[in-house]
Structure formats: C-alpha cells, structure tokens
C-alpha cells in the first residue's frame, strides 16, 4: 500500500497539479500564491518542488502532499483521492488493505442513493403511478430519451414506500435518516421525504448520486415548490452542481460553462444540443463551486433568471472569481424569463444569445450606465460610486488598468481621477476594517452569545427555515440559550412548526409579543451584519450546546463544596454526554 502511495505521488508533479487550480508564481527554489482554502489578500500558501508537499502559513495553517491538497479541494476520503491520483498517474493500486471508515460510510451512503435514484426512476417510467409527471415532462417539452439520461424519477404519493424498499436492500434507518431520505416526525415516527415529486438525482462529476431536488407538481397543492437533500455526510449544498457529471467533458472541449438556476435551465439546453450548463440552488455562486468548476474551466458566464438581480449575482461571484483567477462573464436573454424558456422559445436565437456574453466589468458598468442615464455631474457621481467597489477588487493590473480606463471614458474623466477615488475607497475599507477588528475584541467576552445570534440569524434567514431548524433543534433545547429571550424565540418557533406545515415569516411575527419581536428583529438582521461565508449549522449547534454543557457543570459545583448523590449523578451524566458532543465536533 505505502508503496503505492508513494508511487502517485512521485509521477505527480505536485507543482503543475496545484497549478490547475490556483495561480503559482515562482519565488527561489519554490512557488507561492493566495491560499485557496480561505480568503486572503497577500500570498501565503507555498509550495515545494523539491519536498513535493504545501504549507499555508496563513490562517488555516494546513498543509500536506498533494493526496491532502485533492482531498481537502474536493472533500474527499484519502481513498477517494488516492483512486483518483493514481488513475492520473497511471498507476495500479495493489494490496491496499487498510481500513477508511470514512469511505466505507460514504460508500454506503453513495450505494444508498443511487438505489433510491433507479427506485424513483422506475416508477417514473415503468409504473402508473409516474403518469403524471411523464405528462408534466412532455409540456416542458422533455423527451424520454433525455430524461433518462439525467436519470429523472418520481416519488409516488406514498410515505413509506422507498422506506419498505431500501430496508428490503438492508438499508437501517439510521442511515436512511442521516442521509436524507427519511424524516423522523414529532412523534418520533420515521416516514419518506420525497412523496410526489419529479425527482432530479444530484450527482458529482465522478456521477455517485449524492442528494436530490424534488419539485411538487401539483399546483394546487401548498406544499414547497422544491424540496431538497438537507446537508448530510454526502451532500453538501455549496459545493453541488447539477449536471456536472454530463457537463465536465463540453465544459472542457469549450473552455466555458454556463452556471444556471433550475434543473430544466440545464436539461432542456442539453436536449437543443448545449452541454456545458449546470445548475445551482438559488442564485448564490460560492467559493465552493468556483473550487469545482476550476478543474475544467478558467471561465465561467452567469446564466441566470431574468428576475434576478445581475448586479447582485455579479457582486457575490466576482471577487471569488478573481481569487481563482477565473474569468466571470454574464449572459441576459431579453425574450425569456430563464434559459428554460429560451431554448424551447426559439433555439437559434438562444444560441446567439450565448455567444453575446459580456466580462462582468462591462456588465456592471453597462448596468450602472442604464441607472442613472443622465450626463450630469451627480449621476456621474453615483455610477463612480457603484462601480469602484468592483473595480477595485481586480488582482490583475493589466486588467485593472483597462477598467480604470473604461470607466475614466465613461465618465468623462481622467485616469487619475479615477485612482484617486479607488484610493480612497481603499482607505475607508481600511478604517471599517480597523473598527471591525476593535469591536471584535470588545465582544470576545461574549463569544458564546454571538455563537448563538448568529445560529438562529442564520435559521431564520433560510429560505425554509425548519429544514435548518430541524438539524439545530435535534441537538438544542430553548434551555440551551443564554439569553431567555433566545429561548423563547426557539419555543415559538418549535410550537409554530407543530401548527403550520409551511413556514411565513410575517405569520410567525404575528405570535411573538411585542418585546420578543424587538429582539428577534435585531437578531434576524446579524449574520447579514456579519457577512461571513454560510457556516455549518450542525457544527454551530454542538459547540453551542458544549458551552451549554460546560455552564451546567460549572453551575451545579460552584453551588457546593460537597454534593448529594443525586447531584454527583447529574454531574457525571452531563460530563458523559460532554464528551459525547466534543466528539463530534472533532475533525473528521
């Protein structure tokens, strides 16, 4: 096995892998650029030619060789990325006998999913019960042909009938549970997540099927429109592309890939005859798919609904973008609400449409110039204003110097001008960044509040918040909280949840009393105030819940000098399931 490994990495030029994917600049004997593992303005992750492995000296502090650098790029097993490495290398893996526990779940996860996508697709297609959706499937114009080949199925009007299958195939419900394919009721019983839906299977590009998007395709009917895969071992929102495991191959004969909304933005193009499309959930384009698309790309043009806000798109995907040093461009179809719709509406044009993508630069200027259309000074001004942000966030200088001219011409103005004011939107970043860093200090006293705000900010903030709601709640109880007002707020929220199948912001408002809406308010508003990156809800809830722990502990000690046997007992249950929940926030 050792010699295996060691074979891989010695025919894989580990400067030339990583290369791939980040841009390296030779500095003496070894090579040196941003991190891509977290954000950074000054290069500090290095590698070596000589030693064949990485360091970052930045934040993260990581490092390894480049079995570690894949692994951690596409959030692999060591196995996973061994397999893949040595297929690239040309090297055939013998007597690997060692025991990845890690796979080994993965697998069966994996294993698990694709049995429930040819379940769904089965019933799609070979029983009655798919008659409607094969139905809903024609008036989108979708043929069986290409359905087959994203493997679409439908999950009948049932609550347990890909329960009954899956434990027939020995599948326990825990598994079923913790991959997403059952939900555990309030009663505790166990029963389907998908249950009427036209079933979109979620695969990565090595094809394993690791979630799904079901859409409801009764109208009538109040359920939610989509229903996906929550966040499981194998599923990771932020890093899944639909239609990446078709696409890769066209993304790389073009040198482009067309990032879209909805799974029929992707399939009805595929059927016209354009492959490199892939979907993401909502319009939100994260570090996580720049990392993934990377591999076969260095450019990537936004193909989203005419309903959504271009600028907006552009301002969450352009400095990740540059980060990667990818290209970002933007196309907009002025006859159709989404690429869906286009295609179907007149494909010739469509395909004209594409070839007009403009760098998002232009685009954004473009779009600031239809805002304020008047020549005045003061609406120069505003486009000046709204443009520096993006413009100052270019690493490239030559591609800098072109937009500082561009916008210098469009406003009429010199170049110098035009540094000037990005100088000076340089030095005001600079002072909030200062104020940001104070406040932080004046808060770390209080960690464990803003742990908790920014959890259920973060919940409430979801587009459905009781699939978020359902993870923290597994783990928290409104004791948990160390603001009372946080406690109750939780309690509404869970009693709310038992009432209504569908959550509604303003209905829920509507239960709170005046003081409590004060507060939640407040609280809604944080994880916007803070701006970071999505975090790990699950992660947030056990630490939260350790801190709480931690305090109870402490609480029952401080209270006596000597204890009771019952209080002897409390302290030795709490510090069990202590270590039970600092387990599970160890590294995985």
């Not at 709310?496 to 508003?525: G, I, N, P, W």
Request: glycine share 6%.
């Amino acid at each position: 096995m050792n010699n295996s490994v060691e074979e891989v990495k010695k025919r894989i030029d580990i400067v030339e892998f990583i290369g791939s994917f980040i841009s390296l600049k030779k500095a003496g004997r070894n090579f040196k650029g941003l991190c891509p593992f977290h954000q950074e303005k000054t290069p500090s992750f290095v590698v070596s030619p000589d030693r064949q492995i990485w360091h970052c000296f930045g934040s993260c502090g990581d490092g390894g060789d480049v079995i570690k650098f894949l692994m951690k790029w596409e959030n692999l097993t060591f196995f996973e990325a061994l397999k893949e490495l040595a297929e690239k290398a040309g090297v055939k893996l013998t007597n690997i006998a060692f025991e990845d526990k890690i796979w080994q779940k993965k697998e069966r996860l994996l294993r698990m999913n694709q049995l429930a996508a040819e379940y769904f697709n089965y019933v799609l297609f070979k029983s009655s019960v798919g008659k409607n959706a094969l139905e809903y499937l024609k008036s989108r114009d979708i043929n069986e042909k290409t359905a087959q080949k994203f493997q679409l199925g439908y999950a009948p009007d049932s609550w347990d009938s890909l329960h009954k299958f899956l434990t027939k195939k020995k599948f326990q419900d825990e598994e079923l549970l913790e991959g997403g394919l059952l939900v555990r009721g309030e009663r505790g019983g166990i029963y389907d997540r998908f249950r009427k839906r036209l079933m979109f299977p979620i695969k990565d590009p090595r094809e394993n099927t690791v979630g799904f998007s079901g859409r409801n395709l009764d109208d009538v009917d109040k359920a939610a429109k989509y229903i996906n895969t929550p966040e499981t071992p194998i599923y990771h929102k932020r890093e899944s592309l639909f239609g990446i495991h078709i696409a890769k191959e066209a993304i790389k004969k073009e040198g482009n890939v067309f990032i879209v909304e909805g799974e029929l933005d992707v399939i009805s193009p595929y059927q016209h005859g354009f492959e490199n499309f892939v979907a993401i959930k909502g319009s939100a384009l994260t570090r996580e798919h720049l990392m993934l698309l990377k591999r076969f790309t260095g450019r990537a043009t936004l193909a989203l609904d005419a309903d959504s806000s271009g600028e907006e798109a552009a301002r969450r995907g352009i400095e990740e973008a540059d980060r990667f040093d990818m290209e970002l461009d933007i196309v907009q179809f002025d006859f159709a609400k989404d690429p869906d719709e286009a295609v179907r509406a007149d494909p010739v044009k469509f395909k004209k449409e594409l070839k007009k993508h403009v760098p998002v630069y232009d685009f954004i200027i473009e779009l600031l110039k239809k805002k304020y259309p008047e020549t005045d000074a003061f609406s120069k001004k505003k486009i000046g204003d709204e443009a520096i942000p993006f413009i100052e966030k270019i690493t490239n200088p030559i591609v800098y110097s072109h937009y500082v001219k561009k916008l210098a011409g469009v406003l009429d103005v010199s170049e110098g001008s035009v540094e000037s004011l990005v100088s000076r939107y340089r030095q005001k970043k600079k002072q909030q960044a200062y104020l940001k860093i104070s406040y932080s200090k004046k808060e770390e006293n209080d960690r464990e509040k803003n742990l908790q705000t920014y959890l259920l900010s973060s919940m409430f903030q979801n587009q459905y918040p009781y699939e978020p709601g359902d993870v923290v709640f597994r783990i928290l109880e409104a004791v948990d909280f160390t603001y009372p007002s946080y406690g109750k707020l939780s309690e509404a929220f869970l009693a709310y949840q038992k009432k209504h199948k569908d959550f509604k912001l303003e209905d829920f408002l509507e239960t709170l009393e005046s003081e409590l809406r004060a507060v939640f308010d407040e609280l809604y508003l944080y994880a916007t105030y803070k701006g970071e990156e999505e975090e790990n809800l699950e992660k947030l809830a056990f630490e939260i819940k350790k801190l709480a722990l931690k305090r109870q502990i402490s609480d029952l000690t401080k209270k006596s000098e000597s204890f009771s046997g019952a209080q002897e007992k409390t302290i030795r249950e709490l510090t069990v399931r202590l270590k039970d929940v600092e387990k599970m926030l160890l590294p995985v």
